[in-house]
């Protein structure tokens, strides 16, 4: 069925290198995109979105890019942290009949290390 | 910054309960969500709410599930009969305009533990 998936589960990066978290979606009438980042014992925060008639976004130290040829959607953050250790989840709206169901992917863990 | 908070952090109950979990969304959103996570799984879409009634609603959220906006500020999630498999954290969350059109906010979580 249609879905939202993430490629890696677990993403190790050194403290201050680049990181690049990938996601998959099916639905191509999918509109709007959010990546969101959990951290243990907390709920999700939102990071940064997107709209399907946009293929970059910048926040700050984050990117996310949007490539609707082939369904794919990236965060990537700047000199990542040991505070961005989390886990972070795409999630899409789909434009269903009404609604606003936000569908989540199933997350990466993105590990800092030292 | 305004924030969705979520009472209690942790629920404990026996299977055939009522729980009632406890949500004050951000004060000028008018959207309001309720979503699930199973351990070790991804958040999962239970409801939404929106002038107050049901927008929307999954196939978890069956006849044993109910929200309520009781007044200006709070939102519920009953569940009326608990089952061993609704032990997951219940996240609120709440949004200004459509979710089409903006991000939602979420809570920290309820931790429903169902023995």
């Known amino acids: 069925g249609e879905s939202v998936g993430l490629h890696l589960p677990t993403l190790s990066v050194q403290e201050g290198d680049n990181s690049i978290i990938n996601c998959a979606y099916s639905n191509s009438a999918s509109d709007y995109f959010i990546w969101y980042k959990q951290e243990s014992g907390k709920g999700p925060q939102f990071i940064i979105d997107i709209r399907s008639n946009m293929d970059k976004r910048q926040g700050q130290r984050v990117t996310v890019l949007l490539n609707k040829t082939v369904k794919h959607l990236s965060l990537q953050i700047a000199a990542t942290q040991p505070g961005d250790s989390a886990v972070y989840f795409c999630?899409?709206?789909?434009?269903?009949?009404?609604?606003?169901?936000?569908?989540f992917g199933t997350g990466t863990q993105l590990k800092v290390e030292l | 910054e305004p924030e969705v908070t979520q009472t209690p952090s942790h629920q404990v109950t026996q299977m055939g309960q009522e729980v009632i979990l406890r949500c004050v969304p951000i004060s000028n959103h008018l959207y309001f969500y309720w979503y699930r996570q199973i351990l070790g799984q991804k958040v999962e879409f239970l409801v939404s709410f929106y002038n107050n009634e049901i927008s929307e609603k999954s196939e978890i959220f069956d006849d044993q599930f109910s929200v309520e906006r009781p007044d200006g500020s709070n939102f519920t999630l009953k569940i009326r009969s608990t089952k061993l498999e609704d032990s997951a954290m219940y996240f609120c969350?709440?949004?200004?305009?459509?979710?089409?059109?903006?991000?939602?906010?979420f809570g920290n979580g309820t931790r429903l533990t169902v023995t």
């Open positions: 999630a899409e709206i789909r434009r269903t009949g009404g609604g606003n169901k936000l569908t």
């Open positions: 969350a709440s949004s200004p305009r459509d979710g089409r059109n903006s991000p939602l906010h």
